[in-house]
């Protein structure tokens, strides 16, 4: 195609069409994304608008867990932990193919740090001053209340103690310092955008022609009565008008509020960053286990097998949200440290680093209380812009999505005098719809799929999209063949994710719709292959794919460090 005018897009199209709806949530990640969802279930005329790409902001960088938070009990943050754990067993069963029980264990080099000064900072400091380091009796307390939110459902067994004997004997990588371990179990989320994106397939499937959604269409301004949009694929400004509007812009509310006309100062996010290790050593001395523990500063910090690759996270620095954000040389060095910290005798440089990854949490404004101390939990604060009923969310956690979307349909129901008929409690997924539960249903599902097809590749199908794997299937052509640069994924996989799920940018797919350049390994020549095979679908000329792969090799540089020209290799920025 020589014809380089960008043309409206089919979803830009829709609301361009029909510029009105009951709802306008503004906001693509997971809270914006669970709300569109919550609110077509219930035949709400909904629309959803995204900045950037869905799931490309604060969602995109979490620490991949699904958990309770055991370290909120410290904050006094009981009803939080309580929905968290609830909303955790309730992953597990409603989204199989994503979320898998983590065993979890803490390192423990002390017996009584931190059990009276841990009251103080919760009861009288509120989060102010120098943390202590957290012993064994502290720890034991948490988990045992842990344990008592844990009960219903029965998805994860209780904690367990170890002395510094079984705890060597487990995991003889260990400091052999450690004088106890902590083993209890919260959830790994896998594919946290893959996920996301289930949330959103599951919300357009609910509402046909009244849910509709848009990437890459920020809200601009706010004039008589209208949210002006524009497409930031042909520059075209345009209104949509709502009955209610939400923002859900996670840390850029305040920014989102402002463009609307409305002055806030409702958030003070923090930044969190994590580095990806291809280390064989070190992914071994986990034991499959994620390692959570306290640093010597006093900040919790996990390194977490996930992919045949190591995780390493988190920092919590005070960041601003109107500027870019990326894992720094600091944090890199931070991060090798606590690896040496826990396994003192296994080596990690630079060179093991194959991606980086840093978001802002999208916290309220916490003045000067610790960021560790800043709550986790959220909160709806209503208000009104030329007679248009608007409510912004502060806060809020991927563990808590599903909730937090709730709450905020409902009173989004209630501003429309609607009431609510579908229920998402035990709602199945995406593709964890009918997953096959246990190796025999496992087997008779690949089987029922193999006829046709390579029996392996549909076993990788259904680890990538649960039962949508049926979707890619149909989609594509038996015996597909691989992309000798990109193993376990064939041509015609990716231009299906490109054609039915709203790629944009080559970032898109590589970053959100796949796990490719999480797993690292990006070349020049890899990131050019995967653009070759959607360049179809999207009509892509020669030009086209150049200024994608100039773009993927730029955003990969500045935001992830990762520098494709050198083979994958870190750089310092």
Same mark, same amino acid.
């Given at each position: 195609?020589?014809?380089?005018?960008?043309?409206?897009?089919?979803?830009?199209?829709?609301?361009?069409?029909?510029?009105?709806?009951?709802?306008?949530?503004?906001?693509?990640?997971?809270?914006?994304?669970?709300?569109?969802?919550?609110?077509?279930? !219930?035949?709400?005329?909904?629309?959803?608008?995204?900045?950037?790409?869905?799931?490309?902001?604060?969602?995109?960088?979490?620490?991949?867990?699904?958990?309770?938070?055991?370290?909120?009990?410290?904050?006094?943050?009981?009803?939080?932990? %309580?929905?968290?754990?609830?909303?955790?067993?309730?992953?597990?069963?409603?989204?199989?193919?994503?979320?898998?029980?983590?065993?979890?264990?803490?390192?423990?080099?002390?017996?009584?740090?931190?059990?009276?000064?841990?009251?103080?900072?919760?009861?009288?400091?509120?989060?102010?001053?120098?943390?202590?380091?957290?012993?064994?009796?502290?720890?034991?307390?948490?988990?045992?209340?842990?344990?008592?939110?844990?009960?219903?459902?029965? !998805?994860?067994?209780?904690?367990?103690?170890?002395?510094?004997?079984?705890?060597?004997?487990?995991?003889?990588?260990?400091?052999?310092?450690?004088?106890?371990?902590?083993?209890?179990?919260?959830?790994?989320?896998?594919?946290?955008?893959?996920?996301?994106?289930?949330?959103?397939?599951?919300?357009?499937?609910?509402?046909?022609?009244?849910?509709?959604?848009?990437?890459?269409?920020?809200?601009?301004?706010?004039?008589?009565?209208?949210? %002006?949009?524009?497409?930031?694929?042909?520059?075209?400004?345009?209104?949509?008008?709502?009955?209610?509007?939400?923002?859900?812009?996670?840390?850029?509310?305040?920014?989102?509020?402002?463009?609307?006309?409305?002055?806030?100062?409702?958030?003070?996010?923090?930044?969190?960053?994590?580095?990806?290790?291809?280390?064989?050593?070190?992914?071994?001395?986990?034991?499959?286990?994620?390692?959570?523990?306290?640093?010597?500063?006093?900040?919790?910090?996990?390194?977490?097998?996930?992919?045949?690759?190591?995780?390493?996270?988190?920092?919590?620095?005070?960041?601003?949200?109107?500027?870019?954000?990326?894992?720094?040389?600091?944090?890199?060095?931070?991060?090798?440290?606590?690896?040496?910290?826990?396994?003192?005798?296994?080596?990690?440089?630079?060179? %093991?680093?194959?991606?980086?990854?840093?978001?802002?949490?999208?916290?309220?404004?916490?003045?000067?209380?610790?960021?560790?101390?800043?709550?986790?939990?959220?909160?709806?604060?209503?208000?009104?812009?030329?007679?248009?009923?608007?409510?912004?969310?502060?806060?809020?956690?991927?563990?808590?999505?599903?909730?937090?979307?709730?709450?905020?349909?409902?009173?989004?129901?209630?501003?429309?005098?609607?009431?609510?008929?579908?229920?998402?409690?035990?709602?199945?997924?995406?593709?964890?719809?009918?997953?096959?539960?246990?190796?025999?249903?496992?087997?008779?599902?690949?089987?029922?799929?193999?006829?046709?097809?390579?029996?392996?590749?549909?076993?990788?199908?259904?680890?990538?999209?649960?039962?949508?794997?049926?979707?890619?299937?149909?989609?594509?052509?038996?015996?597909?063949?691989?992309?000798?640069?990109?193993?376990?994924?064939?041509?015609?996989?990716?231009?299906?994710?490109?054609?039915?799920? %709203?790629?944009?940018?080559?970032?898109?797919?590589?970053?959100?719709?796949?796990?490719?350049?999480?797993?690292?390994?990006?070349?020049?020549?890899?990131?050019?292959?995967?653009?070759?095979?959607?360049?179809?679908?999207?009509?892509?000329?020669?030009?086209?794919?150049?200024?994608?792969?100039?773009?993927?090799? !730029?955003?990969?540089?500045?935001?992830?460090?990762?520098?494709?020209?050198?083979?994958?290799?870190?750089?310092?920025?």
């Amino acid at each position: 195609m020589n014809d380089r005018t960008p043309t409206t897009r089919p979803a830009i199209r829709s609301l361009r069409d029909r510029p009105h709806a009951e709802v306008l949530i503004i906001g693509g990640g997971i809270n914006g994304i669970a709300t569109f969802r919550e609110l077509a279930l !219930q035949g709400v005329d909904v629309a959803l608008v995204e900045r950037g790409d869905f799931v490309s902001g604060a969602s995109s960088a979490s620490s991949h867990m699904v958990h309770g938070g055991v370290r909120y009990l410290e904050n006094g943050e009981f009803r939080l932990v %309580q929905e968290a754990v609830a909303e955790r067993n309730r992953l597990l069963r409603t989204a199989p193919h994503y979320v898998r029980p983590l065993e979890t264990t803490i390192p423990i080099f002390s017996t009584f740090s931190g059990i009276l000064s841990a009251p103080f900072r919760l009861l009288v400091t509120h989060g102010r001053g120098k943390a202590r380091e957290r012993g064994a009796a502290l720890i034991k307390i948490g988990l045992t209340l842990y344990d008592t939110f844990s009960r219903d459902g029965g !998805q994860v067994p209780r904690h367990k103690f170890r002395g510094r004997r079984r705890s060597l004997s487990e995991l003889p990588r260990l400091n052999s310092d450690v004088k106890y371990t902590a083993t209890y179990y919260d959830a790994s989320m896998h594919d946290p955008e893959r996920l996301a994106l289930d949330v959103l397939h599951d919300g357009i499937v609910a509402g046909g022609d009244r849910a509709r959604a848009a990437n890459y269409l920020p809200a601009v301004g706010f004039e008589n009565g209208a949210v %002006q949009l524009r497409d930031e694929t042909t520059g075209d400004v345009f209104d949509v008008t709502a009955k209610v509007i939400l923002n859900t812009s996670g840390p850029w509310t305040d920014l989102t509020n402002e463009a609307l006309g409305r002055g806030t100062r409702f958030m003070g996010g923090t930044k969190g960053s994590h580095i990806v290790l291809d280390h064989p050593e070190l992914l071994a001395a986990t034991g499959g286990r994620e390692i959570f523990f306290e640093h010597s500063d006093g900040r919790i910090v996990l390194i977490y097998p996930l992919k045949d690759r190591v995780l390493v996270g988190t920092t919590d620095i005070d960041a601003d949200p109107s500027a870019p954000t990326s894992c720094t040389s600091e944090e890199v060095d931070y991060f090798i440290d606590l690896v040496g910290h826990v396994f003192p005798d296994i080596s990690v440089d630079r060179s %093991q680093i194959v991606y980086t990854f840093s978001g802002i949490r999208p916290l309220p404004r916490h003045d000067d209380t610790a960021p560790g101390f800043v709550s986790r939990d959220y909160r709806i604060e209503p208000s009104e812009h030329a007679g248009v009923p608007l409510l912004s969310l502060v806060g809020g956690k991927w563990t808590t999505f599903r909730a937090l979307a709730a709450h905020l349909a409902n009173d989004t129901l209630e501003l429309l005098g609607k009431t609510r008929s579908v229920g998402t409690e035990t709602l199945a997924i995406g593709g964890g719809k009918d997953f096959p539960k246990g190796r025999a249903a496992r087997t008779r599902w690949v089987a029922e799929r193999a006829d046709g097809n390579d029996r392996s590749r549909v076993e990788v199908l259904l680890d990538r999209y649960g039962t949508r794997a049926d979707e890619v299937l149909a989609a594509t052509p038996e015996h597909d063949e691989t992309i000798a640069l990109l193993p376990g994924y064939t041509a015609a996989e990716l231009a299906h994710l490109a054609a039915s799920e %709203q790629v944009v940018h080559l970032d898109d797919l590589l970053l959100r719709r796949t796990s490719i350049a999480f797993l690292g390994g990006l070349t020049l020549e890899r990131v050019r292959a995967a653009a070759e095979a959607i360049a179809p679908v999207l009509n892509w000329d020669g030009a086209r794919v150049d200024e994608e792969i100039r773009r993927m090799a !730029q955003l990969l540089r500045t935001a992830h460090r990762i520098d494709v020209e050198r083979g994958g290799a870190v750089v310092d920025i």
